[in-house]
């Protein structure tokens, strides 16, 4: 292989660099084996094209400009550096006549709202035909997203990251942040489900709000505001200018001054905890992206630990259960509110790709702000991973 990058990978990519005008981008791929020594190789070749971005893809341990997952959107993006998930329309990046496993409009259209609110860019493959054609799927859905572009392109062009920590599951924000103190800053609030009652809830904007109006209505007719507590609210009309996403526009003063949002309870009292609801703290666990899921991870140091923050309104006794994966033996831990303390152990799935739910036990939940903690207990301590934990509230 040595030979090879040597040989032919440094003298074509020395020709791409030098023989074609500027370039903006060049993107690695597929690094099997490749070492730091070998990645040494290819860099130095970057100094052609001054400015020039690269992906993450190179190997060697280079980390390029940008990340760059695949097929996946991190629950939290990646704060502080670029990154755009890569997804195919269908289930192949080249062209396949018997994959017709199409994503909806629908579905392609709200991962790019999606990954706009966490700060990334969306590249979506098209897999041409042998003879050069576009397949029609691609083309129907094509268009579909551009007519949607076509109206509420200003909530994706030009934007940054959602300023909420978390809202609800049917709602995502991008924003064009106040240039200066005093300023004012633009909220574009998407909304997939319309509210039945005509209310738009967005929890925890303090800020006061100067205008509201739909990105739909180019007269920008104003939508009637209000305050309840930290919450805005927004009066909406009856029906969603479109039916897959909709978008509110609300002009704030300033930078946006927002009160975090806390997982609560649902309808029966349970609580869902999700890997990318949990803060990870250590040097070495952390979220990573399990197929189309996310999952705590590389939790090889026992003094490494995970928690998660959320309110209880209806309190009572819960039965724990939680979505592992291990491919060794049983570990034991600790999971923490409060001062209870109630130990638990693992099972064996297989490996780390095979999750099954484990029953913890039970714990008793009073009202309030709650922070639960998995810790470990160092002599009896095997790495696994964590998808969700769910809290049955049965009395």
């Known amino acids: 292989m040595d030979d090879y990058i040597r040989?032919?990978?440094?003298?074509?990519?020395?020709?791409?660099?030098?023989?074609?005008?500027?370039?903006?981008?060049?993107?690695?791929?597929?690094?099997?084996?490749?070492?730091?020594?070998?990645?040494?190789?290819?860099?130095?070749?970057?100094?052609?094209?001054?400015?020039?971005?690269?992906?993450?893809?190179?190997?060697?341990?280079?980390?390029?400009?940008?990340?760059?997952?695949?097929?996946?959107?991190?629950?939290?993006?990646?704060?502080?550096?670029d990154w755009e998930t890569c997804m195919t329309m269908n289930g192949t990046w080249g062209y396949k006549s018997s994959d017709n496993n199409w994503k909806s409009t629908e579905t392609l259209i709200r991962n790019l709202i999606d990954i706009a609110s966490k700060g990334g860019n969306y590249l979506l493959n098209v897999g041409p035909t042998s003879e050069g054609l576009i397949p029609q799927p691609s083309i129907e859905r094509l268009k579909a997203i551009g007519q949607w572009m076509k109206v509420n392109g200003p909530s994706i062009y030009a934007t940054t990251a959602t300023p909420f920590q978390r809202l609800p599951k049917s709602l995502r924000c991008t924003q064009k942040v106040a240039a200066a103190s005093g300023g004012s800053t633009t909220l574009y609030i998407h909304v997939f489900d319309w509210p039945k009652d005509g209310k738009l809830v967005v929890p925890g904007l303090k800020n006061p709000i100067e205008s509201a109006w739909l990105l739909a209505d180019p007269q920008q007719t104003p939508l009637p505001?209000?305050?309840?507590?930290?919450?805005?609210?927004?009066?909406?009309?009856?029906?969603?200018?479109?039916?897959?996403?909709?978008?509110?526009?609300?002009?704030?003063?300033?930078?946006?001054?927002?009160?975090?949002?806390?997982?609560?309870?649902?309808?029966?009292?349970?609580?869902?905890?999700?890997a990318s609801d949990a803060e990870c703290h250590g040097k070495k666990i952390r979220h990573q992206a399990s197929g189309h899921h996310e999952n705590i991870g590389y939790w090889t140091d026992p003094t490494d630990w995970v928690d998660w923050a959320f309110e209880i309104t209806r309190p009572g006794k819960f039965e724990l259960t939680a979505e592992i994966s291990s491919r060794g033996s049983p570990a034991s831990f600790q999971i923490i509110v409060g001062d209870q303390k109630l130990d638990a152990k693992t099972i064996k799935t297989g490996?780390?790709?095979?999750?099954?739910?484990?029953?913890?036990?039970?714990?008793?939940?009073?009202?309030?702000?709650?922070?639960?903690?998995?810790?470990?207990?160092?002599?009896?301590?095997?790495?696994?991973?964590?998808?969700?934990?769910?809290?049955?509230?049965?009395q």
């Not at 949002?261 to 649902?266: K, P, R, S, V, Y």
């Not at 739910?357 to 160092?378: D, M, N, R, S, W």
């Open 7 to 81: 040989k032919i990978a440094v003298p074509q990519v020395r020709e791409i660099l030098s023989n074609y005008g500027p370039i903006a981008i060049l993107w690695w791929d597929t690094p099997q084996a490749m070492t730091q020594e070998r990645a040494e190789m290819l860099l130095p070749l970057l100094k052609l094209q001054p400015g020039i971005i690269t992906n993450n893809r190179l190997g060697g341990g280079y980390k390029g400009d940008t990340e760059t997952p695949e097929q996946h959107i991190p629950a939290k993006g990646f704060p502080g550096r």
């Open 225 to 274: 505001t209000a305050r309840d507590g930290n919450n805005a609210v927004v009066s909406l009309p009856d029906s969603a200018p479109d039916p897959i996403a909709s978008v509110v526009v609300l002009r704030i003063k300033d930078k946006p001054d927002i009160e975090p949002m806390l997982l609560g309870q649902e309808p029966d009292g349970s609580i869902h905890l999700a």
């Open 351 to 394: 490996d780390y790709d095979q999750y099954k739910p484990v029953k913890l036990g039970t714990i008793e939940l009073g009202p309030g702000k709650t922070t639960l903690a998995f810790k470990a207990i160092a002599k009896d301590w095997h790495p696994f991973n964590i998808r969700t934990v769910t809290l049955t509230r049965f």
